[in-house]
Nanobody
Framework: QVQLVESGGGLVQAGGSLRLSCAAS????????MGWFRQAPGKEREFVTW????????YYADSVKGRFTISRDNAKNTVYLQMNSLRPEDTAVYYC????????????????WGQGTQVTVSP
């Protein structure tokens, strides 16, 4: 079992930055690849980014490529999402999730989820 807790969300103006954290407890985070998803009101949960267990490989949705950066510190059992140049369309609840699957863009491939943290970007 892995428990995930996100933090760092908030209200920011367009063009601003936020850094989300996802702290894990229970089983060591290095056993899992990690992803970030987001869900806006009335929309399906959307893949944002993924990082491999070692942190060597990562992948981004086109909508965030060049603006967001995922990283992890396995010694601290924490994954981060640095979000720069934020846009109003980035407004959503952001979730981190842990997976042992190679199908990392699919929510159904993830075994554990955090409760989410709200990110709101004003125009």
């Amino acid at each position: 079992q892995v428990q995930l807790v996100e933090s760092g969300g908030g209200l920011v103006q367009a063009g601003g930055s936020l850094r989300l954290s996802c702290a894990a407890s229970g089983r060591t985070l290095s056993s899992y690849a990690m992803g970030w998803f987001r869900q806006a009101p009335g929309k399906e949960r959307e893949f944002v980014t993924w990082v491999s267990r070692t942190g060597i490989s990562s992948y981004y949705a086109d909508s965030v490529k060049g603006r967001f950066t995922i990283s992890r510190d396995n010694a601290k059992n924490t994954v981060y999402l640095q979000m720069n140049s934020l846009r109003p369309e980035d407004t959503a609840v952001y979730y981190c999730a842990a997976s042992t699957s190679v199908l990392f863009t699919r929510p159904s491939s993830y075994d554990y989820w955090g409760q989410g943290t709200q990110v709101t970007v004003s125009p």
